[in-house]
């Protein structure tokens, strides 16, 4: 049998309908931008494989770092025990993140930073001796798929399964000059109820690649606070330059209380999740009650080799030449935006830092089911380019590894595409 032919006889795959589903495509080797199946095709990675990858594939210098990690200490239990690596990547990140933010949680991947975060919310009134149960969250977000991380998502076809095991959520719509004193009003409100406000910032991920201003998004912020409500921006994807900038906050005068992060984390290398968070959060856990303790842990947490792989992709994050990288991928998007920003098939097309998403004019039907992403899909994988549309959407998230002419080769896809479709 093919390697596909043994997959499809032992594995599930994720958000696939196994019914229908063409095969797998076997992947065999990663080599920079590329992924390289086992008949020797090289597919150009432009969605980072799931937005993770974000130094390009096998890159020698993670593995190496990774490699001497292995050979000395693979993993401890983080209870009780401590290793250097897990103190240096929360030294080193705190000198990166914002100020506000002042202790590092670890966990294992997006979805379970998240769930830390709403737990350290949930129980920071909780050992105030609060009742304060609800959440607000903005309409087309998506912060994972683990039931609190599900809860917190905007409700569609990932979530309607569930419905009645999620806790209570308000849903406001993502702040603009023109709705902004009506949502200022509706937080008033209901300030008192709503424990923690999380959002993406300034980009909504798997909703779409929607993107909004951060001036509005700090004036929500300020009346959050106001309404002593805490505040988790969820850079799981936007962390780590994905924006133009380190962190998507950084573009934010208001800062969070608590900031989740994976993907790039580890440069797509392996799972890890961080969630950060203030002295104000941390200190109303400290207590010669030990109910008061945040009874959360995971069996990898603080993996030394995963340490070790975020140390290593945030010596190069922070190089000059990465740097020069994301500054460059920046430019080129913006400059292809406006060479098809009025093309007739398109309804909107979207730019922050690294990210550039497309919507494909379909009239009513929009949905992440829309018959258009298979044919999109397919199209340009023909081609040698992974994208993965969301629905009429696609998007380019590359490696900061991407060339000019490796981008240039994508554009002009897409605009053969637009003639196409």
């Known amino acids: 049998m093919t390697l596909a032919d043994r997959d499809l006889q032992a594995i599930w795959h994720p958000y696939t309908q196994m019914k229908t589903a063409a095969p797998p495509i076997p992947i065999v080797k990663g080599e920079g931008l590329y992924l390289i199946d086992e008949k020797g095709k090289r597919y150009m990675d432009m969605v980072a494989s799931w937005w993770v990858n974000i130094h390009g594939h096998s890159h020698p210098y993670i593995a190496e770092k990774v490699f001497e990690q292995l050979k000395t200490l693979e993993h401890v239990i983080f209870a009780g025990f401590t290793h250097p690596a897990a103190v240096e990547l929360a030294e080193r990140l705190l000198k990166i993140l914002p100020s506000s933010q002042q202790k590092i949680f670890y966990s294992d991947n997006g979805s379970t930073a998240v769930e830390v975060a709403l737990k350290m919310a949930f129980q920071y009134w909780n050992n105030r001796g609060a009742e304060k149960k609800k959440v607000l969250a903005f309409n087309n977000s998506y912060h994972g798929d683990t039931f609190g991380a599900m809860s917190v998502s905007a409700r569609s076809a990932f979530t309607q399964p569930f419905e009645g095991l999620l806790f209570e959520v308000e849903y406001i719509d993502v702040p603009t000059k023109d709705n902004l004193e009506a949502l200022k009003a509706r937080v ?15 980009i909504q991920g798997a909703g779409g690649m929607l993107m909004y201003e951060p001036e ?42 608590m900031m989740c992060f994976s993907k790039g984390l580890t440069g797509g290398t392996m799972p890890l999740g961080i969630t950060s968070c203030d002295s104000k959060i941390y200190d109303q856990f400290l207590s010669d009650d030990k109910m008061k303790t945040l009874f959360h842990g995971h069996s990898f947490t603080a993996n030394p080799v995963a340490c070790a792989a975020s140390l290593a992709s945030m010596d190069l994050l922070l190089s000059e030449q990465t740097q020069d990288q994301i500054a460059m991928i920046c430019r080129k998007h913006l400059k292809f935006a406006e060479s098809i920003r009025n093309h007739e098939k398109l309804k909107d097309v979207r730019v922050r830092g690294t990210i550039i998403a497309m919507e494909w004019n379909t009239g009513n039907e929009t949905s992440y089911f829309n018959n258009l992403r ?3 899909y397919n199209f340009f994988l023909a081609d040698g380019i992974i994208l993965r549309p969301l629905g009429n959407i696609i998007y380019l998230l590359p490696p900061y590894c991407v060339t000019e002419e490796e981008l240039d080769f994508v554009y002009g896809k897409i605009k053969e595409a637009l003639a196409r479709f």
């Open 374 to 376: 298979d044919e999109l």
């Open 216 to 257: 509005p998004l700090d004036a929500l912020i300020k009346m959050c606070r106001e309404n002593d409500i805490l505040i988790i921006a969820d850079e799981v994807m936007t962390g780590f330059g994905r924006t133009g900038k380190l962190f998507a906050s950084y573009y934010l005068t208001e800062q969070p209380d």
């Open 188 to 202: 008033s409100a209901i300030g008192n109820q709503i424990s923690s406000f999380i959002f993406e910032p300034l």
